[in-house]
């Protein structure tokens, strides 16, 4: 019998600026672990007069993790927080009980030809921890932990797993670990995972059980303790998880929360312009209402 759970395939999704591939929630799978949200976002080409711009948007209950494989974005957020991303670096912030903030094209590449690829991420805040005091933290690419597995170079970029810890502050057990391959190789880590897991194939292709999976598929297993699978050479997988909650997120448009009363208060707030405001940030992202980009999932 197969371990695998569910194939999930990536599902075009407009952001505004480009078509995004979504991958988390799925009408069959909300979540897995803690991970509520999943956008691939690239490989995309930008020309000298194209930019990323996404303006001062709102969060709760959350913690947003971005990845980037290509490019730069400079966040800014109503911490004050004013920082730029590059590939293998990660932005985690929390949004708690309420942040704002913006993506944008740097403006030394404003005007220049540029390429945007990259993983943003939600992950859910356990119940007790929903309405803690917004945070943000910056993580260099050489301060994540590396190590080999079977010549399969591994990196934890967040969470706990092979008895390593990054230095990304999560709030629950969870982990987010990238394999990269150079030669085919077969591995076996379900003794290293727990609660829920799955695999996100970004280059390359994996084997599982006689069957080959390739890129923009996203892998849920029925058991994590069974994680077994062959990597094909030049293979970049992700592989993310953790302890589920006990009761379900209510998602809707950029808030997470655990009850339909917490995101009906946030939406009133935003219209209400009761969010705290980004230093020197101009513009403002409307309620899905008034933004047909957006849709409620629940």
């Not at 995004?20 to 672990?33: D, H, Q, S, W, Y």
Request: charged share 20%.
């Amino acid at each position: 019998m197969s371990n695998i759970n569910l194939i999930i395939e990536e599902r075009p999704s407009n952001i505004g600026n480009f078509l995004v591939g979504r991958l988390l929630p799925f009408r069959e799978k909300r979540m897995v672990g803690p991970f509520a949200f999943i956008d691939h976002m690239g490989p995309v080409a930008l020309n000298d007069h194209e930019n990323l711009d996404v303006g001062p948007h709102p969060h709760i209950g959350l913690s947003t993790l971005t990845y980037l494989f290509e490019g730069s974005i400079m966040h800014r957020d109503s911490l004050g927080t004013v920082v730029e991303i590059k590939p293998g670096q990660v932005n985690w912030m929390t949004a708690g009980n309420g942040i704002v903030h913006s993506e944008r094209t740097p403006d030394y590449l404003r005007t220049s030809e540029k390429m945007l690829h990259g993983l943003q991420i939600w992950v859910a805040l356990p119940k007790h921890l929903e309405n803690i005091a917004p945070s943000f933290t910056h993580i260099d690419e050489d301060e994540m932990p590396v190590w080999d597995i079977n010549g399969i170079k591994a990196k934890l970029i967040a969470g706990e797993a092979f008895g390593k810890k990054s230095p990304v502050p999560v709030y629950s057990p969870l982990y987010f670990i990238e394999l990269k391959s150079t030669d085919k190789t077969t591995i076996s880590i379900g003794n290293e995972l727990y609660g829920e897991s799955a695999i996100y194939i970004l280059d390359g292709s994996i084997k599982i059980e006689g069957a080959t999976f390739s890129p923009k598929q996203l892998l849920v297993a029925k058991e994590t303790s069974l994680c077994e699978f062959t990597m094909n050479e030049n293979t970049i997988i992700y592989i993310f998880g953790g302890e589920p909650f006990a009761e379900p997120r209510h998602i809707y448009w950029n808030f997470v929360a655990s009850t339909r009363a917490a995101i009906e208060e946030a939406k009133e707030r935003w219209v209400a312009q009761k969010f705290p405001t980004i230093p020197n940030e101009t513009g403002y992202v409307p309620l899905p209402e008034q933004n047909t980009n957006f849709k409620l999932k629940n």
